[in-house]
């Protein structure tokens, strides 16, 4: 499976093609929907959520509710567009052209980067792209790869485990429609209610100072069949595939698998997972330390992943940048944003892993139609069990 996303922030819509999906899947624009509108909820969203209702409108490679093997076009509309016709024309001389201009980069945005990279004196040009209005593009893509999990039984969820100075680790013993559902109910989705509001304040506190904040979101998936990704090159390994899509969501710095970067303080009796067998269960793993992966295949125990953010980087608080044009220091780039962004970013991993793990699914059980491929999973399944 592939995909490539195309839209400005700003531009009419948001275009998604996604390709190799198998024929005769049931295929639900609904659950699309449901995605988007998960990703537009959160605590510390900025005036732009309310403007927009995120939908899908599905016009290829589905027919009669299920996919005909054909490549799926997407589009997701922006409804803020209308505001911007004039500024976002594609016309060689469009009115009021540059009466918009942006001169003045935002430290931690792609502003300064991409103008000098591309050539832009307006960072329009930049930041219209490189907002993460593009996430409301993978997580489509992902709601549809998580439809060719669930055929599959396998299932993805993720919830919030810090904002700024405040961490909520997972309680232990949990199940996924547990931790789906206490997120689901969290404004900030995180499971523990203490954390919770300790976060919000904290955000509030964030948009009274004109400043931002990052956080850490957690990706859990069950069901995996042991043996997705591979050893033998290393492009192949879906661990790493994993961590360039969490690494490629906007804003994100760092990812980590399991016990992660503890792994550093402790001795190897204490990361690795002892195996272990049964009849019933056929091989599996008295811990999962490692987060469901060695040797860049999955052990069949669920993948945990997280992922760190940084703060949002468009401030109200100023910080020191130049203007490209006079080359003057100034300290304030006043511009509509969102306060934290973590919230909605949970979201987006778990469709972006969703898709990484429906990816490397097809590439172990290459199939044409939905039937093949439950049936060569379920196959595969048994043999592993057998083993
Ligand atoms: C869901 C989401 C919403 C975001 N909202 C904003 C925002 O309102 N303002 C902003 O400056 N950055 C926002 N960001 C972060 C920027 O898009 C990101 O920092 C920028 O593209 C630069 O890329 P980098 O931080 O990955 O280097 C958001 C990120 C995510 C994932
Ligand atoms: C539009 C979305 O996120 C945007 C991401 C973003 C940025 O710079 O990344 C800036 C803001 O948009 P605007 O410039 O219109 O205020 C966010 O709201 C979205 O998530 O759908």
Redesign the pocket.
Known sequence: MRYLTAGESHGPQLTIIVEGVPSQLPFSKDKIDEQLAR?QKGYG??R?MQIEKDRVQVLSGVRFGKTTGAPIALVIENKDWTHWKKIMSPDPHPEDAGKRRISRP?P???DLNGAIKYNHRDMRDVLER???RE?AARVAAGAVARQVLELCDIHVTGHVTRIGEVAAERPTGLSLAEIRQRSEDSPVRCLDPVAEQKMMSLIDQAKKDGDSLGGIVEVIVEGVPIGLGSHVQWDRKLDARIALAVVS?????GVEFGIGFEAAERSGSEVHDEIMWSGERGFYRATNRLGGFEGGMTTGEPIVVRGV??P???LYKPLKSVDIDTKEPFEASI????SC?VP??SV?AENVVAWEIARALLEKFPADTADELSEYVAQYREKALRF
């Open positions: 990703r969203r900025g732009r935002r931690g945005h792609a490189s907002s993460a996430t969501i906007n804003a994100f710095k953010m940084k949002i980087p468009t511009e509509r944003s969102d962004a909605a970013a987006v």
